[in-house]
């Protein structure tokens, strides 16, 4: 069964952080470094919006949004992406998605809530 599992979402405090983590699992991810991985997020209300994005070749690049507090990094080993969320604001309040793309197969996780109040 082809999956990717989201996990460490929950609730902080503003500028606390959170790590999220994306593993990924199944016969087309069994060369996982050649997938380029991205983290997106819906609030509600709101469409769903890129968050971060890294290439299998190891390029990032951020929302402008979330530049200089998120940081996207992947273990191609453990075939997991990873998300580090630091300074988080009340803003960042959404649920936020793992996504794997590779020419035509877009996978996506089902999701983990982050919520950033006081």
């Known amino acids: 069964q082809v999956q990717l599992v989201e996990s460490g979402g929950g609730l902080v405090q503003p500028g606390g952080s959170l790590r999220l983590s994306c593993a990924a699992s199944?016969?087309?991810?069994?060369?996982?470094?050649?997938?380029?991985m991205g983290w997106y997020r819906q609030a509600p209300g709101k469409q769903r919006e890129l968050v971060a994005r890294?290439?299998?070749?190891?390029?990032?690049n951020y929302a402008d949004s979330v530049k200089g507090r998120f940081t996207i990094s992947r273990d191609n080993a453990k075939k997991t992406v990873y998300l580090q969320m630091n300074s988080l604001e009340l803003k960042d309040t959404a649920v936020y998605y793992c996504?794997?793309?590779?020419?035509?197969?877009?996978?996506w996780g089902q999701g983990t809530q982050v919520t950033v109040s006081s």
């Open positions: 996504n794997a793309r590779l020419q035509n197969q877009n996978v």
């Open positions: 199944g016969s087309i991810f069994s060369i996982f470094s050649i997938y380029d």
């Open positions: 890294i290439t299998s070749a190891g390029t990032t």
